[in-house]
């Protein structure tokens, strides 16, 4: 049965002058295909924004090599009898993965103040496995710093 793990990261800055960052980066285990099931990503320091900016996320499948510049939480089991993840992961990493074959599975956009929260059907799960990564990136520089704060849920076949 397939199990369930978030990835969080909390009141972190992404600057204005970082570009594109891999908000999450999801490495699959060999043999443990892994799926974002639900994703949350939130700001908190833009509750009077005037701008009404908006920021576009995108996730990508099958980059190779990976990012750098941001954290690298432990994913955490939602079942204290699971098992440790077998997937590593990564956060706002201000150098992008690269390489290997993207292929962009999603693409939208969040309204700075709102932020983003999605909960996919299990239809909708964006998987990967082997050697491809799942990257969830900000495309594009904001217009000046944000903190924000975000969990991926991640389900992985053992």
Not at 28 to 36: R, S
Request: proline share 5%.
């Amino acid at each position: 049965m397939p199990r369930v793990y978030t990835v969080e990261f909390e009141a972190v800055t992404i600057a204005a002058a970082s570009g594109d960052v891999d908000i999450f980066h999801l490495d699959a285990a060999t043999d443990k295909p892994i799926a974002i099931k639900k994703l949350k990503i939130k700001t908190i320091s833009e509750v009077a924004e005037a701008q009404e900016e908006w920021l576009r996320i995108r996730v990508i499948q099958g980059h190779t090599t990976v990012g750098s510049g941001g954290a690298t939480p432990t994913p955490r089991p939602l079942s204290k009898n699971d098992a440790a993840a077998g997937f590593t992961a990564r956060t706002n990493d201000t150098a992008i993965a690269s390489a290997g074959s993207p292929v962009n599975l999603m693409s939208d956009a969040m309204q700075v103040r709102a932020g983003y929260e999605e909960e996919f059907a299990p239809e909708d799960w964006m998987w990967t496995s082997g050697a491809d990564f799942l990257n969830v990136r900000l495309q594009a520089a904001v217009l000046d710093d944000v903190i924000a704060s975000g969990t991926v849920w991640v389900v992985e076949v053992p």
